[in-house]
């Protein structure tokens, strides 16, 4: 067989050369050099594929270095709801002026300009005192290793399911209209009482500000939440400030103003929680008692998404056995997946696309590779547009189809995601649909028939 494939390769490279004289005839997926021709390359596109839209479980939403906070309400996926969970930390002790008198509290957040929804509509930020400290989750103490996403690590971490208890009452309250694109800043008022606690803690050097710990024990963290929302706004956890505000006169007797700032304690206990209704859906289903949707009770539409950890799941029963075809050389094995253009819609398309490889438990455990390459392959965006053409993404599958043949692999099925630190901190989303009911996913097989 090695020794045919040589000389299948040889013969195609000549034919390569030999392009201005031959004559080459195409018909039927077919090119060849004459119907009497022993040799001709041959595309298949009818392996069947096998689609259904599958819920992984709680991603790893700790240290991400962002805060999301909103709603959305997709038509195809259904509600998101965000909040952000965090420690913060005191200051230095130091000296403030002895006529020093308090002003005011204020939580400042910045921008990370990332934004998910409808920007243009009122929103108001809500901050609650957590009453029980952010603990991490221990990975390793009820997650057997073939349970293990390969996303996952042996460290601690926290989930887009983890929660922790806070007041009702709220300490800071500020209504907005989010500007995601700029630089500026959201201030939000917090709570005078509490402001002129930590400031008369400030000035009396409180043991309760000496340390980390001593504050943590003081004050536990909070929660921000967004209600009346449409859209999900990304705020830069290392420019998270909570400031106390004061005025004081100079030594020369002018008036002049200081603060003092709290910033965040230890980015790993920062998490974002996510809340997700889909009743309203085709995917009303989907939860994490019943985690697959098959595409035939969706009308053949598929879905991926960021955050709340939506696949596209995907089977190839047929593949095998045509890899064991005789008297065929496969030359390339390629997944496409077509969709209506997005450009201007809300949601956009993302720009590119991954495949894990999940074990029979639909554990993603490996990323596919370039071909015969280490690196994760990526798909990227090719747009469509209104005049009828599909926006495409299309992965090499040959390495892979090769390692089948040779028995590797078996039990498993491939996942189409989003990649890995876009699922993880984004909620960006593909509806793979073509509106004609019929799947948007298939194979190209080009082959070498001899």
């Known amino acids: 067989m090695a020794f045919m494939k040589s000389k299948t390769l040889n013969f195609l490279i000549f034919t390569g050369f030999l392009a201005a004289v031959l004559t080459a005839c195409k018909s039927n997926n077919k090119i060849g050099f004459g119907d009497n021709d022993p040799l001709t390359v041959e595309i298949n596109d009818s392996i069947k594929v096998i689609a259904s839209t ?3 479980d709680s991603l790893p939403s700790s240290n991400t270095g962002t805060i999301m906070l909103g709603a959305n309400d997709d038509p195809a996926l259904g509600k998101l709801k ?3 969970y965090f420690r913060i930390k005191a200051p230095a002790q130091s000296d403030l002026p002895k006529d020093a008198v308090f002003d005011s509290l204020s939580l400042v957040l910045k921008y990370s300009k990332y934004s998910y929804g409808d920007t243009t509509k009122l929103q108001q930020l809500v901050v609650h005192r957590l009453n029980q400290l952010i603990k991490l989750h221990k990975v390793n103490n009820d997650v057997e290793p073939e349970e293990k996403p390969l996303f996952v690590t042996n460290e601690d971490a926290l989930y887009t399911t983890s929660a922790f208890k806070y007041d009702a009452a709220p300490i800071g309250t500020h209504s907005y209209k989010p500007s995601p694109g700029s630089k500026d800043s959201v201030s939000i008022k917090m709570d005078d009482k509490w402001g002129k606690e930590l400031f008369k803690m400030l000035i009396e050097k409180d043991r309760r500000l000496s340390s980390a710990d001593e504050f943590l024990n003081y004050f536990n963290g909070m929660q921000i939440e967004s209600i009346n929302s449409s ?3 990304g705020f830069n956890v290392d420019d998270l400030k909570m400031l106390v505000h004061y005025h004081y006169r100079n030594t020369a007797g002018f008036p002049e103003t200081g603060k003092s700032e709290f910033v965040i304690h230890d980015k790993q206990y920062q998490f974002n929680h996510i809340d997700v209704d889909r009743q309203a859906t085709s995917l009303k289903g989907l939860n994490e008692k019943h985690r697959e949707v098959d595409a035939s009770t969706t009308g053949q539409q598929l879905f991926l998404q960021g955050g709340s950890g939506i696949v596209t799941k995907i089977l190839l029963p047929g593949l095998t056995q045509f890899m064991h075809e005789p008297g065929i050389v ?7 997946i077509q969709t209506k253009p997005s450009s201007y819609t809300l949601y956009k398309a993302p720009a590119s696309l991954i495949l894990f490889i999940a074990n029979d438990r639909n554990t993603p455990k490996f990323t596919v590779p370039v071909a015969y390459e280490t ?3 990526q798909a990227t965006l090719r747009p469509g547009n209104d005049n009828g053409s599909l926006t495409t993404f299309t992965f090499n ?7 089948i043949k040779k028995g590797d692999y078996k039990n498993t099925s491939l996942l189409i995601s989003l990649p890995v630190d876009d699922l993880i901190k984004t909620f960006n989303r593909l509806h793979i649909t ?7 996913v298939s194979t190209r097989i080009t082959y070498t028939k001899y």
């Open 54 to 56: 599958y819920l992984l």
């Open 82 to 84: 965000v909040s952000s």
């Open 231 to 233: 859209a999900i706004i």
């Open 330 to 336: 496969v030359n390339k094995v390629e997944l496409i």
């Open 375 to 377: 690196t994760t392959q």
């Open 397 to 403: 599958l040959s390495e892979y189809a090769d390692k």
């Open 434 to 440: 073509n509106d004609k009911s019929t799947l948007s």
